[in-house]
Nanobody
Framework: VQLVESGGGLVQTGGSLRLSCIVS????????MGWYRQAPGKQRELVAV????????NYADSVKGRFTISRDNTKNTMYLQMNSLKPEDTAVYYC??????????WGQGTQVTVSS
């Protein structure tokens, strides 16, 4: 499984960005997909997750009501729509896929910077 993110960038406080993650390879083995982020000096944290079959979602409290995770299985793509961005959302955002055997795949990361 290969994951390639895109869509990061620099945005002002209150702005929006949409991240994309294109998935290729043995996608049939994937149970969950999600977005994580890691800010400088901090641990990587879960932002949002979506189950591959049912589309059920879950979010970190810090992004609830502002971020939306979705996927388009016809395009093998997962999205993270980020609205009302805050400086504390600044981080490298990583796409993640977890297989049925609980193996984790990671993308290379995309930088999101929110200026105050």
């Amino acid at each position: 499984v290969q994951l390639v993110e895109s869509g990061g960038g620099l945005v002002q406080t209150g702005g929006s960005l949409r991240l994309s993650c294109i998935v290729s390879g043995s996608t049939f083995s994937i149970n969950f997909m999600g977005w994580y982020r890691q800010a400088p000096g901090k641990q990587r944290e879960l932002v949002a997750v979506i189950t591959n079959r049912s589309g059920r979602t879950n979010y970190a409290d810090s992004v609830k009501g502002r971020f939306t995770i979705s996927r388009d299985n016809t395009k093998n793509t997962m999205y993270l729509q980020m609205n009302s961005l805050k400086p504390e959302d600044t981080a490298v955002y990583y796409c993640n896929a977890q297989s049925s055997s609980h193996f984790n795949y990671w993308g290379q990361g995309t930088q999101v910077t929110v200026s105050s």
